[in-house]
């Protein structure tokens, strides 16, 4: 099952802040961030994994809240380089021993000089 | 700098035509992934490997192929059953054979269009 991210769109100013949201139907093991700019490879910012909260890049941030199986990624203070599509993934818990990757529909961000 | 490789960046095929797109990565990761990516959205699976000489089915395997027989390549064959395969192919891989706790590293990407 496909995580939701929230919102799809979002248009800022630089120096503003964002908060997109990633929520899953299911019981997560770990959630991960990627930023995807057009054409290009996604790029790794972060791992949040069950019982924890890791901040890993520049001014972006991400919390995950396990038993609402939910995640929110951070940016402030945003710069022009921030713009991107940015995607979760959410890896369930349980299951196999894989850890397969479900990736989210992705929330396109735009910042404005 | 040790990455991932994919060629070529695009690709065109003619009905009834099989392609091959290729993925080299000199990591030294074991385990090996193809995507498929539709404009406007996420990420979708085609088919993963752990280890050489053994793949698994992703969520969206119909119509495609791969083999794994070194542990720096991974091709993925696009087969004439693919009825639509126009789309985004991204190739990744990870340092052990699990997604759950460690990142993906991506290549760049192939396009593929039908002519």
């Known amino acids: 099952q496909q995580p939701v991210q929230s919102p799809q769109a979002v248009i800022l100013r630089e120096g503003e802040d964002a908060v997109i949201n990633c929520s899953s139907s299911?019981?997560?093991?770990?959630v991960h961030w990627y930023r995807q700019k057009h054409g290009e490879a996604p790029v790794f910012l972060m791992i949040?994994?069950?019982?924890?909260e890791q901040k890993g890049h520049e001014k972006i941030s991400a919390s995950f809240n396990e038993k609402k199986q939910q995640s929110s990624l951070y940016l402030t203070a945003s710069q022009l380089s921030y713009s991107g599509t940015y995607f979760c993934g959410t890896v369930a818990a349980g299951g196999t021993s894989y850890g397969k990757l479900t990736f989210g529909q992705g929330t396109i961000l735009t910042v404005h000089p | 700098d040790g990455g991932i490789t994919q060629s070529p960046k695009y690709l065109f095929r003619k009905e009834g035509q099989n392609v091959t797109l290729s993925c080299e990565q000199n990591?030294?990761?074991?385990?090996m992934y193809w995507y498929r990516q539709d404009p406007g959205q996420g990420l979708r699976l085609i088919y993963y490997s752990q280890i050489v000489n053994d793949f698994q089915k992703g969520d969206i395997a119909e119509g495609y192929s791969v083999s794994r027989e070194k542990k720096e390549s991974f091709p993925l064959t696009v087969t004439s059953a693919q009825k639509n395969p126009t789309a985004f192919y991204l190739c990744a891989s990870t340092r052990w054979g699990t997604s759950s706790n460690q990142p993906q590293h991506f290549g760049d990407g192939t396009r593929l269009s039908i002519l």
């Open positions: 299911k019981a997560l093991y770990s």
């Open positions: 990591l030294n990761h074991d385990a």
């Open positions: 949040l994994l069950k019982g924890g």
